[in-house]
C-alpha cells in the first residue's frame, strides 16, 4: 500500500532521530494526523527557530540565546577552573549538583575512531586556545568529566596529553569513580555526580 508523500516524508524525518525506528517514526506521524493544525504550527515553528535562535557560546562553546552564554559571564564564577564535557546536557547535568562553581568547555561530542570522529571533529582546539603558553595564564584546574565510556576515556588521554604539553602550570584531573562505567553523564543522579567531582583524581 502507498502512503501519502507527506506522510512518508514525516517518517523519514521521524526515523533520523536518536533512539526512534521505522515503528514508531510511523506511529508518530499518524498520531499527528490527530492533532489540530495550530499546534502543528506551532511545534514546526518551534524546530525552526531551535537553531536560529540559539548560538553556541564563543568562549564555552556551550548551546545559549547569547554569546557570551550567562555563565561565561557571571561574575560569580571561578573563572580559572575549567569543567570539561562532551555534550551541552552534561552542563545541565553538573548545574543539577550546584557544587561547582567554576566555568565549562562543551567539546560537542568525544573522540571515536570507529565513527570517524577524530580530534579535529569536535571542539578540543578551542579548548587548547583556553589554556594558552606556560605561565600566561589564569587557569589552576582543568576537569575532564567526558564519560566513563571507551570513547570518553580516549578523549580523556588525548586532553590530558595536549593540555598538559600546551601549559604544565595548569593540574589537569578526572571526575572520580562513582558513575558506573559506560554510562552517560547526564543520566547519573546528583550525588553520584557530586561525588564524582569531589572525587576527582589528577590525571
Ligand atoms: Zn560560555
Known sequence: MKIPRALNDLIESFQKLPGIGPKT??????YLLHVPESELENFAQ???NLKKNTVLCSVCENVSESDPCPICLDPHREKEIILVVEQPLDVLAIERTGKF????????GAISPLDNIGPDEIFIDQLLGRVGKNGVTKLSEIIIATNPTMEGDAT???????LKAA??????????MGIPTGADLEYADETTLTQAIEGRRVM
Open 25 to 30: 517514526a510511523q506511529r508518530l506521524s499518524y
Open 46 to 48: 518551534h524546530l525552526t
Open 101 to 108: 562553581k567554576g566555568v565549562y568547555h562543551v567539546l560537542h
Open 156 to 162: 580523556a588521554m588525548y586532553l590530558s596529553k595536549k
Open 167 to 176: 601549559n604544565d602550570k595548569i593540574q589537569v584531573t578526572r571526575l572520580g
